[in-house]
């Protein structure tokens, strides 16, 4: 199954912990959409979210990977499928031009006062960084306001991942 991460997920120590080894396809653009930080997660913050844009030339970057359709109910648990993301399939266009269908989650509870904590923007970035995309998107995610995990024990575990 295709699957287009445009999150934390595009990291892939993050996404390798939730499902195990998955293939990356490549990066893809999904056209006439932006990145927003405003996906109400359990834990009192932002998570990301992709919403349509009205703008020309508006676009989100992101990994499609080859996942096994045995992980999907796993991710789905994960995403929180029915309680705060719901799939959606849509169209991406890979590097070279070709547009393939993917499936992806977007959220159904949002708030724009939420930030995301800074553990969960170090994903976002770690896995903008390794998939090699564009020095202009990444400043975009860089300039993102988070905050401190008032968690300090999930703030350890999340990052551990990296060492």
């Not at 703008?55 to 989100?60: G, I, K, M, S, W």
């Not at 045995?70 to 705060?84: C, I, M």
């Not at 393939?100 to 930030?115: G, S």
Request: hydrophobic letters at 35%; aromatic letters at 10%; proline letters at 4%.
């Amino acid at each position: 199954m295709l699957y287009f991460a445009y999150g934390s997920n595009m990291s892939a120590p993050r996404l390798g912990e939730r499902v195990g080894i998955t293939s990356v396809v490549g990066v893809a653009t999904l056209a006439n959409h932006v990145l927003q930080f405003h996906k109400q997660s359990d834990d009192g913050s932002a998570k990301c979210n992709i919403a349509y844009a009205t703008e020309r030339d508006v676009f989100v970057l992101g990994v499609v990977f080859d996942l096994p359709e045995s992980e999907k109910p796993a991710l789905d648990r994960f995403e929180g499928v029915g309680q705060g993301y719901e799939v959606r399939t849509v169209t991406v266009t890979l590097v070279g031009g070709q547009d393939i269908k993917v499936f992806t989650y977007w959220a159904t509870k949002i708030d724009p006062r939420l930030k995301p904590y800074h553990w969960y923007k170090h994903h976002v970035l770690h896995g903008a960084r390794t998939a090699g995309l564009s020095d202009r998107y990444i400043a975009r995610i860089e300039a993102v306001e988070s905050i401190e995990d008032p968690n300090a024990d999930r703030h350890r575990r999340q990052m551990n991942m990296y060492r």
